[in-house]
């Protein structure tokens, strides 16, 4: 299994409609197929620069290849993400054998 998240903070000031939409929008990424466990989360601690985080899990690096290249995932990177995200971290990860 594929842990797929990032943490990060906006352009746009809280609580503003354009947050929302952004929010609203990134939400809809979960529909993609293979995209498992969806949330996206405020953070709470003032240690952390970053003020949400998503994140979801995949079956493998199949599913996690083809959520990369899915035409929504693209579109929303482009269109939405790049252009609207201030800074980010992505965080993929893999358990260790026990």
Do not use: C
Not at 4 to 22: I, K, M, P, W, Y
Not at 32 to 53: H, T
Not at 68 to 88: D, K, L, S, Y
């Amino acid at each position: 299994m594929i842990r797929h998240a990032a943490l990060f903070r906006l352009s746009h000031e809280a609580g503003s409609a354009a947050e929302a939409d952004f929010l609203a929008t990134l939400a809809g990424l979960k529909d993609i197929p293979g995209v498992q466990d969806f949330q996206i989360a405020r953070e709470i601690s003032p240690k952390n620069q970053f003020a949400f985080a998503v994140s979801m899990t995949f079956a493998d690096q199949a599913a996690y290849d083809a959520y990369n290249g899915h035409p929504v995932h693209v579109a929303f990177v482009q269109g939405r993400w790049i252009p609207e995200v201030a800074a980010f971290m992505e965080h993929d990860t893999v358990a260790l054998a026990d």
